[in-house]
């Protein structure tokens, strides 16, 4: 696999991590969970994803070359641009006005 298509692929990866927590009431994407989850609990998942993505991004980056070391301003970075690949599922879950189910509107 290129260079040019690990990046992207991490790209996407961190993209739909970011917004996985907002758009599922599951825990990570697979678990069901007895009650809606919160916002404090959504928040740990993502930094939970916020890991799995950067660590597929390490296991890409040692497969292609060596591995680079990064100080705290390359998980700064990582971690705010994460946070902002899960606005729109923020938005999505908390700002938008969805229709409840079962309401038959009348």
């Keep these: 696999m290129s260079q ?18 907002f758009v599922s009431q599951r825990l990570l994407g697979v ?5 809606p989850k919160g916002l404090g609990l959504r928040v740990l998942e993502l930094v939970v994803l916020y890991l799995i993505a950067g660590g ?4 890409l980056e040692n497969q292609g070359s060596q591995i ?3 100080g705290w ?7 705010a641009m994460f946070i ?23």
């Design 73 to 79: 301003e390359f998980y700064a970075i990582t971690g």
């Design 68 to 70: 680079a070391p990064q």
């Design 31 to 35: 678990v069901p969970l007895a009650s």
């Design 56 to 59: 597929l991004g390490l296991f």
């Design 4 to 21: 040019t298509v690990s990046i992207w692929l991490v790209l996407a990866v961190a993209f739909c991590a970011a917004n996985l927590p």
């Design 84 to 106: 902002t690949f899960a606005f729109p599922g923020f938005i999505w879950r908390y700002l938008l006005k969805h229709k409840r189910r079962g309401s038959h509107g009348g």
